[in-house]
């Protein structure tokens, strides 16, 4: 049996979602083996030499993915019990997410409300600007913003079963959000996905970011999102959809949270009189001696 066709016999047994099986196949594409060829040094080898060429977090993925399979094909008799051990590690570097602050967005916005052009059923100066300003409130992946559906919608919230996870989740729909969506042509039940496909909304907004001048994708608009819940004093993992809140570091633009909080120096500032290069008394001198904490008690 081809890995990739264990592969997939794997996710049937484990009734994962749509998104993870697609996710295992683009891993299982890059390797010619066999299930029996899911042995510890095999993978090691694998992932010395993808970290030639991927990132540390992409290779860290492929590692926890080949893992599970090589656990799998050990309990299907594929592999030898005795010899499955631990993986080599993967080491990945602290994640550095940029977010798009307010005024960002709404540059978004009145870019996409100029823009030419559309889809053969919407305009895209009507279409964008609700899709930025939905990815912005919602929080929501790509993917589940093509399948919100208009029955899902009740008031300023929204239900939908998350492709990534399908799990449920309930998202916010702010005033913004829902006058834009309003404005769209209803031409099926989904709000977006009736309207336009992935490859055509994504192309759009590279457009749409190149003619505004900065960088970014939707992505950037969900770590937005994040980010200015937790500066608000929510926590942000609700709004994302995850289960493991340690997840939400991948999300939150910390220089962006340190500017909404307010957040000052930690370190107390070099005195003046040292900088303009005035002589400093040696240390332990009796001038450069430290006043105690605590008035000491005599008697």
Known sequence: MSITEFARAYWRRVGGSP?????LLV?????????SDLTPDNIDNYLDSALEH?????????RRMLRTLMRFAAEQGHVDKDIVRPLRRVKTPAPCPIALDHRQIAHWVSTAKAMPGGTLTCP?????PAWILTAYSTGLRTGDLLAIRYDQIRGHRLLLSQLKTSEPHVAWLDDSAI????????????????????????????RLVKQAGQGGTTRWLRRAGATYCEAAGKDATRH???RDPGMKKRYID???LAELTEHGPTAPPIPETMLRGQPVPPAGSASSAREPAVPLRTG
């Not at 891993?27 to 299930?35: G, H, I, V």
């Open 124 to 128: 895209y100066r009507l279409l964008l």
């Open 240 to 242: 994302l959809g995850h």
């Open 179 to 206: 006058l834009a969506i309003e404005s769209l042509p209803r031409r099926g039940p989904k709000v977006f996905g009736s309207l336009t496909n992935k490859d055509r909304i994504l192309h759009a907004m590279r």
């Open 254 to 256: 910390r220089l962006l």
């Open 27 to 35: 891993l299982t594409k890059r390797l010619p083996w066999q299930a």
């Open 54 to 62: 991927l990132s540390p977090s992409t290779v860290a993925n492929h």
């Open 19 to 23: 998104g993870y099986l697609e996710q």
